[in-house]
């Protein structure tokens, strides 16, 4: 991703942060960011500071490809894409009665399936994510 398109994607995080610490409306799309944003106080400093956050290369940990996979995975959980998904997700909050803990073991599949196919150059196979979300 360019910087240019780095810095647009996150801004999107920035605001939405911002709007709720000032008490601002938020479009459907913000509600959502600042929902993950809540649950990851951790990020809570790193959003405080615009500069920082708009530029640094995160290197070791990027808040914003963390909150983004949350973003990507609530998007196919409430599309049900790839079919199948929505009842895995609920099945797994049942075993584990922790929501936040099962949006992050499916997100480890869904960057370990990312991963892949940028190294492997092959096509996304929707099968083979749900059965490693199966196998959790």
């Not at 780095?6 to 709007?19: C, G, H, L, N, P």
């Not at 500071?49 to 963390?66: C, G, I, Q, S, V």
């Not at 936040?100 to 196919?117: F, G, R, T, Y």
Request: hydrophobic letters at 40%; one cysteine or more.
């Amino acid at each position: 991703m360019h910087s240019a398109e780095r810095e647009e994607s996150r801004k999107i995080f920035v605001d939405s942060w911002q709007k709720h610490l000032n008490d601002l409306p938020v479009q459907p799309i913000e509600a959502q960011i600042i929902e993950i944003i809540l649950l990851h106080p951790e990020y809570h400093t790193i959003l405080d500071d615009r500069n920082n956050a708009l530029t640094n290369d995160f290197a070791e940990h990027n808040p914003f490809l963390h909150m983004g996979l949350h973003l990507a995975l609530r998007e196919q959980i409430s599309t049900d894409l790839p079919q199948g998904i929505r009842e895995i997700y609920t099945d797994l909050c049942k075993k584990y009665n922790d929501t936040h803990l099962v949006e992050h073991k499916i997100m480890d599949c869904l960057a370990q399936q990312i991963w892949d196919l940028q190294h492997s150059g092959k096509a996304f196979d929707a099968e083979e994510y749900l059965a490693s979300l199966r196998r959790l």
